[in-house]
């Protein structure tokens, strides 16, 4: 992994600091990332909210039950020390007229956040509403935030949900994911909106460890994201069995002996993978809980000069293995296969999104697992499973530390952080889609990007 060194230069070395406040070069914040029994929050949470609104005494039952200290919010509140979290609840904005009520609260709280603080703003799912002139003030809301978190300093984000009528109201559906974007998990996810449906949510009793009797398969687990997926999800309880190609064997079976869990070396392009991947699973458990599809190569090349091999091997391992291991995976006859309730969280790319310059087969490869998830979920709405996809951006790795200076730069650079994100923040979104809490959730595509500009 490489080191951010101007970064490093202008937060730590007081030449570096001072030379950067004379010629006003930007400062990219170090973030505040998730540690082992850490709070919710640093300082106390501002809530306010439009009309009724219906979210707002759910949502601030979450944060007390999170330990945070809670301030009701108005234009008019003075307050006397630096806010961790700003929650609003604009769900019962109808017009466009009311969303001056939203400005009018939040301006003057944001002036009092602190570094590496939280705007959550909650509204209502847009497409829901049969009235155009609250499905636009709905809608509004996607706009104000992405402009919020460009403006934000000291590595403070602001994010959205999008609760689904049926779902307001209601702190079970709601906890888990209001919970990853108030916290330090969340840290590289900025200017996203996520919808929250209806669902039955089992009970949560330890957030610290969600994963706790939870199987999980992890593929491409040997290095990069997918050692640091595996990370998290250790951390948060789950049992593990990690996928990776023979050839990686070797930092295949580090990892998983330094996180007690079991290495199972296979090329996920097999045709029988699926039925491997649940006959180790069978060996632990008689389903599976999580799977996570993170196995990726890259082959680049630009589209004029690229050759049947560079475009089926990508096509194949990034897309093709999903759709096989799945179909496995999904037949309630398999023992080891995904149970009812189960979590599908697969890697696809802001490049699938925007599409990248010599990666055209790498971009239709992960814009088709977005398409895949849209689908796969409704499709398995009846069995509780849900179905998300985690879309990272310039995030250091050693991949990217191979790429040209200047363009590495840019990559860093070109977000609302100014800073590239590290593999635990993909690992960090993706055990949040896998947590129980987060069964509301379903036909996502979150982007882990710091909202950059590339992709947009």
């Known amino acids: 992994m490489t080191k951010d060194s101007y970064s490093n230069l202008v937060n730590t070395n007081p030449v570096g600091k001072k030379l950067a406040g004379q010629l006003g070069l930007p400062r990219p914040a170090i973030l505040r990332r998730y540690e082992e029994g850490q709070d919710l929050l640093v300082g106390p949470a501002a809530v306010a909210g439009i009309g009724a609104a219906p979210v707002l005494i759910a949502a601030t039952a979450i944060l007390k039950a999170s330990a945070a200290v809670v301030i009701p919010a108005t234009p008019e509140t003075s307050y006397d020390a630096r806010l961790g979290a700003i929650v609003f609840d604009a769900t019962a904005a109808r017009s466009l007229d009311q969303l001056d009520e939203l400005r009018a609260t939040v301006a003057p709280a944001i002036k009092k956040l602190g570094a590496s603080a939280r705007l959550v703003i909650i509204g209502s799912t847009p497409a829901e509403l049969e009235d155009a002139e609250a499905a636009a003030t709905q809608q509004a809301l996607e706009g104000i935030t992405r402009s919020i978190g460009k403006e934000l300093l000291r590595g403070s984000t602001a994010n959205l949900l999008w609760v689904d009528q049926a779902a307001q109201g209601d702190a079970s559906v709601l906890a888990a994911p209001l919970r990853f974007l108030l916290s330090a998990r969340s840290a590289y996810v900025d200017g996203q909106p996520i919808r929250v449906r209806a669902a039955d949510v089992p009970e949560v009793t330890d957030w610290r460890h969600p994963l706790t009797g ?134 696809a790319s802001i490049s699938g999104i925007g599409g990248n310059r010599g990666q055209a087969n790498y971009a239709a490869s992960k814009a088709g697992v977005i398409g895949m998830v849209r689908q796969l979920s409704q499709n398995l709405a009846s069995r509780q499973i849900t179905v998300n996809a985690v879309a990272p951006g310039f995030i250091e790795t050693e991949m990217t530390a191979r790429i040209p200076f200047a363009t590495r730069e840019v990559g860093r650079r070109l977000n609302s952080l100014l800073q590239g994100g590290q593999p635990g923040d993909v690992g960090e979104a993706i055990a949040f889609f896998a947590e129980p809490g987060a069964a509301g959730v379903t036909g996502q595509v979150l982007r882990v990007c710091g909202q950059s500009q590339l992709g947009a």
Do not use: C, Y
């Open 214 to 347: 939870r199987v999980a398969v992890i593929t491409g687990a040997a290095r990069g994201i997918g050692a640091r997926i595996a990370k998290v999800f250790a951390r948060a309880g789950a049992t593990l069995i990690l996928v990776d190609i023979p050839a990686a064997g070797d930092a295949l079976s580090k990892v998983a002996n330094d996180l007690g869990a079991t290495a199972l070396q296979l090329d996920v392009t097999a045709a029988d993978a699926g039925a491997k991947i649940a006959e180790a699973v069978a060996r632990k458990s008689d389903t599976l809980d999580v799977m996570v599809h993170n196995a990726g190569i890259t082959r680049d090349k630009l589209f004029v000069n690229t050759d049947e091999n560079r475009w089926g091997s990508v096509l194949d391992v990034n897309l093709r293995a999903q759709f096989r291991i799945n179909a496995t995976l999904l037949d309630p006859s398999v023992r080891g296969g995904l149970a009812d309730g189960g979590r599908i969280v697969a890697v």
